[in-house]
């Protein structure tokens, strides 16, 4: 019904940047947020950065000064920039949203929380 779907993982050296995406797809009628978590062999999926749809956002500590997120409605996209990469940011890296889908139903309308497939980060020299 909808979907998530990232890219621009991949290898860094540390100090380096890397850019990614994602891209929603199906019946949408609007996403409230949209947000990156990222999680490393055995332990949680953590957030990374989130952003509103009038374009509020915040920061793990972690990335704060580094990470910049961003989206473009438009395209319903988001975008997660990232600077100063270290080799602790090497992690998978998910996209998830809350999304509003049109129904056929009386209620015209349903909330739903998706998430993408995910997207390897490695920072290594």
């Known amino acids: 019904q909808v979907q998530l779907v990232e890219s621009g993982g991949g290898l860094v050296q540390p100090g380096g940047s890397l850019t990614l995406a994602c891209a929603a797809s199906?019946?949408?009628?609007?996403?409230?947020?949209m947000a990156w978590y990222r999680q490393t062999p055995g332990n949680e999926r953590v957030l990374v950065a989130i952003?509103?749809?009038?374009?509020?956002?915040r920061y793990a500590d972690a990335v704060k000064g580094r990470f910049t997120i961003t989206r473009d409605n438009a395209k319903n996209t988001a975008y997660l920039q990232m600077n100063s990469l270290e080799a602790e940011d090497t992690a998978g890296y998910y996209c998830?949203?809350?999304?509003?889908?049109?129904?056929?139903?009386?209620?015209?309308?349903?909330?739903?929380?998706?998430w993408g497939q995910g997207t390897l980060v490695t920072v290594s020299s």
């Open positions: 199906g019946s949408i009628a609007s996403i409230p947020t």
């Open positions: 998830n949203g809350k999304v509003v889908v049109e129904t056929t139903d009386e209620q015209g309308y349903k909330a739903l929380e998706v």
């Open positions: 952003i509103a749809h009038v374009g509020d956002s």
